[in-house]
């Protein structure tokens, strides 16, 4: 159909969250080694434009909200500078067995000294 497969733009979500979280000082896998998980529990996405292959796209990612053990990131798609897809995920932080657990104290810090930049 000569247009990016709708499933993409959630793992270009997945990378850009990891990136993110790796910014704030607190990459995934310091997360997992610590028995601490984010699994994804909503995902959305609105289709703005048409993405082709061999497009330069841009993401910017963002944490937008975390309440309890909640988590949603915000992701916007842009080709140049117009944005071609938008949407969220919701996560929780969640132990080894996939009960939820509060967010590490030293991640809430990293990213509290984020939002006051």
């Not at 969220?88 to 990213?111: M, N, V, W, Y």
Request: net charge negative; charged share 25%.
């Amino acid at each position: 159909m000569k247009v990016a497969y709708h499933a993409s733009y959630l793992v270009w979500f997945e990378v850009g969250r990891n990136e993110l979280i790796r910014e704030l000082g607190y990459p995934y896998r310091q997360l997992e080694e610590n028995s601490i998980f984010l699994p994804v529990i909503e995902a959305f996405c609105t289709y703005v434009k048409p993405v082709h292959y061999d497009d330069l796209l841009t993401l910017a990612s963002s944490i937008t909200d975390r309440h309890g053990v909640r988590l949603r990131i915000e992701y916007h798609l842009y080709r140049e500078e117009v944005l071609v897809a938008q949407g969220h995920t919701i996560h929780a932080f969640t132990d080894s067995e996939g009960r939820p657990i509060r967010p590490p104290k030293d991640f809430l810090e990293k990213l509290e000294n984020a939002e006051s930049r």
